[in-house]
């Protein structure tokens, strides 16, 4: 009896194998090759998805054609300049060739729309001409500028997050410097595990890990580094460590003191944050808090008083 239950169910997954490896009908079986080729799943629609792709082409190709146009009013004339607005863009994390010029060119489109929205509100106000011409003016103004403060806002918000990733970084770059691993393999180590907590951080280090690889002296792809983060505390950490290799030194000590460091300095920034509250907290108290207490406490103070003195009794007709 056993053996037949056991024959049945061989013969059972035997037909299930070989229905599963059996071709589909010829449309289905072209239809899911090609889904499959284009790494498409069954519910996804092909040509949802093809129309989708040409409006972004599309978009591109017109973006491309325009930035150079919108940015050549606005592009910085001197080498430095420009070096230094590609410093800019790479510190705020965009290192592709053509952001300077797409940048330059959100500058000119933004400042444009500026000014026809600041137009347009001058003439629906029916302002003099003189008048239309100044507020035009300042709203090319104010879109000129508003792509420069997105851009140093984005820098500092990524420098903060650099900021703040240091020590926990160093932390376990310590626990694998002393673990065996060379300081190469260690930074490439720690920028594979700090991907998904300070993905800044970890960028920047597998950025210096691909340089070294190509060729390039340690020392000289962390410099590039500390300049691309404009972080205080990188500059610092690069300079420990590249004296510590010219003098010899335990690169784990060094970088375990650095760590500490960076720990303390983290702390001191949370506690002065938190002592700047009480500071940031006397403009809401009173233009908003104390306005409503006073007229909570003195309302009916001063009610009474009004009809006090104008003779009129509460209650009385």
């Known amino acids: 009896m056993d053996g037949m239950v056991l024959l049945g169910m061989i013969v059972v997954a035997v037909a299930m194998i070989a229905y599963s490896l059996f071709p589909k009908k010829d449309e289905e079986f072209t239809e899911a090759v090609k889904r499959r080729s284009a790494g498409l799943s069954m519910n996804d629609d092909p040509l949802l998805l093809q129309k989708k792709a040409k409006q972004h082409a599309t978009r591109n190709r017109v973006l491309a054609m325009a930035a150079p146009i919108l940015s050549k009013p606005v592009m910085p004339k001197s080498e ?4 230094t607005l590609r410093a800019k863009l790479a510190s705020a994390g965009f290192r592709k060739e053509s952001v300077p010029v797409m940048f330059l060119a959100s500058k000119t489109a933004v400042a444009f729309v500026g000014g026809v929205i600041a137009a347009l509100l001058a003439i629906h106000s ?3 001409t003189l008048n239309l011409a100044g507020q035009t003016i300042f709203g090319l103004g104010i879109g000129f500028m508003v792509p420069n403060l997105w851009l140093s806002v984005t820098i500092g918000r990524r420098s903060e997050a650099i900021r703040n990733g240091l020590p926990d970084s160093l932390d376990l770059m310590v626990v694998a410097v002393e673990s065996g691993l060379g ?3 260690a930074i490439q180590r720690v920028s594979d595990e700090m991907i998904a907590v300070h ?12 340089e070294t690889q190509m060729g390039v002296p340690r020392s000289e792809a962390l410099t590039k580094m500390a300049k691309r983060t404009a972080v205080t505390e990188m500059r610092a950490l690069v300079a420990v460590i590249t004296q510590a290799e010219k003098l010899g030194t335990s690169i784990a000590s060094a970088l375990r003191t650095q760590a500490e460091s960076l720990r303390t300095k983290r702390r001191q920034r949370a506690e002065e944050r938190a002592q700047k509250t009480a500071v940031k907290l006397l403009l809401p108290l009173i233009l908003f808090i104390f306005p409503t207490i006073f007229v909570v ?8 008083l009004i009809n006090t003195f104008s003779g009129d009794k ?4």
Request: net charge negative.
């Open 80 to 83: 430095e300049d420009q070096s």
């Open 126 to 128: 029916e302002k003099e």
């Open 183 to 185: 300081l190469d393999a």
């Open 199 to 210: 993905p800044a951080l970890a960028e920047e280090l597998q950025i210096a890990t691909i």
């Open 297 to 304: 406490l003195a309302g009916p103070a001063a009610i009474q």
């Open 314 to 317: 509460p209650g009385g007709p």
